[in-house]
């Protein structure tokens, strides 16, 4: 298995991003007329989709997403590409990647609250003098914003791209002096967890 290890950047000099809020009636119409690599990015089984929680909700909005339980949550889809639980020791998530350029995926925390995962799916045409986030970001890229639990310590947090398929994050708790290795020994019960659909 191959890993390649992601830097997670704390500080973004983008204010404007996300700005543009992805509505529902949009996103029917982004998905009617988009192709596979569309449904792939933004399907209901993906990190990435607004249906993701069976529920129209923006990824560009911050989630709470460890505050539920996967059973509970993602109870509607079979074999749900993504995954996420807690340990005594850390919080993690494991989701597969659409097939995109590995390098335009950025793992970015805002003040130490919020992880934003995104990155580029479509590259040509887009405008080179302005970021594609500020705009109408989905159709260019992606993003899932995540709030951060009050208990997780996220300047040790490790990001890993295994296989080129599987976002493997790892966020230890500041509550527990134990070290990040016990969260890596958790890796072959949830990084085997994510599955191609």
């Known amino acids: 298995m191959t890993s390649i290890q992601v830097e997670v950047a704390s500080e973004d000099q983008s204010p404007n991003k996300w700005r543009v809020p992805l509505k529902e ?3 029917a119409t982004f998905m009617a ?16 989709g607004p249906l993701l929680f069976k529920k129209f909700f923006d990824p560009s909005d911050a989630f709470p ?15 749900p590409c993504v995954h996420w639980f807690q340990t ?6 494991n989701s597969e990647l659409p097939k ?8 970015h925390v805002e003040n130490g609250k919020v992880i934003e ?11 080179k003098t302005r970021d594609w986030r500020s705009g109408k970001w989905w159709e260019h890229g992606f993003v899932r914003r995540l709030e951060l639990p009050d208990n997780t310590d996220w300047s040790k ?13 790892r966020l230890p708790k500041s509550t527990t002096p134990t070290p990040l290795e016990y969260c890596r020994g958790n890796e072959g019960e949830s990084a085997s967890s994510a599955t191609t659909a």
């Open 100 to 107: 995109i350029e590995k390098s335009s995926l950025v793992i």
């Open 157 to 169: 947090m490790e990001v890993y791209v295994k296989n080129e398929t599987v976002l493997d994050i």
């Open 88 to 93: 005594d020791a850390c919080c993690i998530l």
């Open 25 to 27: 009636d949009v996103f």
């Open 65 to 79: 997403l460890w505050e539920f339980e996967q059973g509970v949550l993602l109870s509607h889809l079979q074999n």
């Open 33 to 48: 007329k988009g192709g596979p690599i569309v449904h792939k990015v933004f399907g209901d089984k993906s990190l990435f």
């Open 117 to 127: 995962i995104s990155g580029v799916w479509k590259t040509h045409g887009e405008s």
